[in-house]
């Protein structure tokens, strides 16, 4: 089983930034699709930016501009630096780890979420 473990999450104020950390277990992570999610209360999961193993990046365009994914393969390292946080950044920030299966689908394995809060 891939173990997903992100950390970086903290307060800040409206302006501030912060860079979440993914780790993902596996020999195969070059392979992985990662995904970054976030959940505010009341709200449904919504994606907020993946990099695929292509390197290819996509982002939801609430944040494009602001927020960048990168990831270091080496490292089974990936993560989401954020750049003029707004309060409506505010949520748990999920990494998510899509990870190819030979029969041609996917298996999803998911982080334990780090809270992201921006307020005065």
């Known amino acids: 089983q891939v173990q997903v473990v992100e950390s970086g999450g903290g307060l800040v104020q409206p302006g501030g930034s912060l860079r979440l950390s993914c780790s993902a277990s596996?020999?195969?992570?070059?392979?992985?699709?990662m995904h970054w999610y976030r959940q505010a209360p009341g709200k449904q999961r919504e994606l907020v930016a993946t990099i695929r193993n292509s390197a290819i990046t996509n982002y939801d365009d609430s944040v494009k501009g602001r927020f960048f994914i990168g990831r270091d393969n080496a490292k089974n390292w990936v993560y989401l630096q954020m750049d003029d946080l707004k309060p409506e950044d505010t949520a748990v920030y999920f990494c998510n780890a899509e990870v190819p299966r030979s029969w041609g689908g996917s298996d999803d394995f998911w982080g334990q979420g780090t809270q992201v809060t921006v307020s005065s």
């Open positions: 596996g020999g195969g992570f070059s392979l992985y699709h």
